[in-house]
């Protein structure tokens, strides 16, 4: 793949996280615990990490997180879910990459958003000293797991069909 084609890939990757970070914060999702999201932009960390790698998955993470932060109008954001998407990130990669194949998709998924709520608690227990917050891990966990598990079910299609589609167009001239 071209450098060029490669950035206008990563710029869509970038685009279609920020959209769905756009649309989750639209959606009427019932109140659970500070920080508990669906996470639907992390679908396309996944897809990222399958596609490109790490560099890349960790590139599309912090420019969504950014940009989302800034958009929004809550520039904390970024610390919460860069931390979060940073750590769920690398870990998804490497439950990809070293463990041949033995989870799925759904799986580090789940993996990825057990540690995304992780690295969001790190950061608040660190910001506002009090690492009493940890009492949201269990219901944060649970949280993870279901929205772990549906993230992973819609990530595999995503990556079977941009997959496909970058494969041939390497195909083409």
């Known amino acids: ?22 649309v989750e914060g639209m959606l009427p999702v ?13 679908m396309v960390s996944l897809v990222a990490i399958v596609i490109f790698g790490l560099q890349e998955a960790l590139l599309v993470v912090v420019l969504r997180t950014f940009l989302g932060a800034l958009l929004g109008g809550v520039p904390s954001s970024f610390l919460f879910s860069g931390a979060g998407g940073i750590l769920s990130t690398v870990v998804m990669y490497l439950v990809y990459s070293r463990t041949g194949g033995r989870f799925s998709f759904i799986g580090i998924s789940i993996i990825g958003a057990v540690m995304h709520n992780v690295g969001q ?12 917050l940890y009492y949201y891990l269990p219901v944060m966990m649970v949280s993870a797991v279901i929205t772990g598990f549906f993230i992973g079910l819609a990530a595999g299609p995503a990556i079977h069909l941009i997959g496909k589609n970058i494969r041939m167009s390497k195909e083409q001239p």
């Open 1 to 22: 793949m071209t450098n060029g084609r490669k950035t206008a890939v990563l710029g869509l990757l970038v685009s279609m996280a920020l959209m769905l970070h756009g």
């Open 121 to 132: 608690l790190l950061v608040a227990s660190f910001i506002v000293e009090n690492f009493g």
């Open 30 to 42: 019932p109140y659970v615990a500070p920080g508990v999201k669906l996470g639907l932009a992390n």
